[in-house]
């Protein structure tokens, strides 16, 4: 039997209102939180071009509110890398979904600067907010008819063999449902 709690403007017995039932926000946000990650990544001499770096771990159903990154020191030779999705995989091996989901080209060059990491016009304005599976039906339509509930990383896709070594800081800012 479900308990339901009933609210009233009624201050009088003279007035006849009917009491209002609150709205109650759906489960998939009520129990959601916002989260914070900082991922560092020591990207050394010898990375290649066909290497990809798993940076963070998403569920599909993970609502991205920010990305930034900065560089400690210029990254020579990944200057043109890209920040996207991939599946997780069971030994971090899934397949790629969006090689340049949050942005097609980053810029490791720079040192301390930080940069906006959705910089794709992919995806833009309040379709920032939907799930990152709602986001994919955006960029490739009809991709889910529904979430997939998969483990997703963030990877960087080097543009370029790195001759100078530097360690990239991902911030993430994005909402999980538990």
């Keep these: 039997m479900?308990?339901?709690?009933?609210?009233?403007?009624?201050?009088?017995?003279?007035?006849?209102?009917?009491?209002?039932?609150?709205?109650?926000?759906?489960?998939?946000?009520?129990?959601?939180?916002?989260?914070?990650?900082?991922?560092?990544?020591?990207?050394?001499?010898?990375?290649?071009?066909?290497?990809?770096?798993?940076?963070?771990?998403?569920?599909?159903?993970?609502?991205?509110?920010?990305?930034?990154?900065?560089?400690?020191?210029?990254?020579?030779?990944?200057?043109?890398?890209?920040?996207?999705?991939?599946?997780?995989g069971k030994n971090h091996d899934g397949i790629v979904i969006d090689a340049n989901f949050f942005d097609a080209v980053m810029d490791l060059g720079a040192t301390n600067v930080e940069v906006d990491g959705r910089t794709t016009a992919q995806v833009t304005g309040v379709n920032k907010g939907l799930a990152l599976w709602e986001q994919m039906n955006i960029v490739t339509p009809a991709t889910y008819a529904n979430d997939p509930n998969e483990d997703?990383?963030?990877?960087?896709?080097?543009?370029?063999?790195?001759t100078t070594g530097g360690t990239l800081v991902i911030d993430i800012e994005y909402v999980s449902g538990d």
């Design 2 to 88: 479900a308990v339901r709690n009933h609210f009233s403007n009624v201050f009088s017995a003279d007035v006849d209102v009917l009491p209002t039932v609150p709205v109650i926000a759906g489960i998939g946000q009520g129990s959601s939180r916002v989260r914070y990650k900082r991922a560092t990544c020591l990207l050394d001499v010898g990375f290649l071009t066909t290497e990809v770096v798993g940076i963070v771990p998403l569920r599909s159903s993970d609502r991205v509110l920010d990305v930034r990154f900065s560089t400690e020191a210029a990254v020579v030779g990944g200057a043109t890398s890209q920040l996207g999705l991939w599946e997780a």
């Design 152 to 162: 997703w990383e963030m990877v960087i896709t080097l543009g370029g063999s790195v």
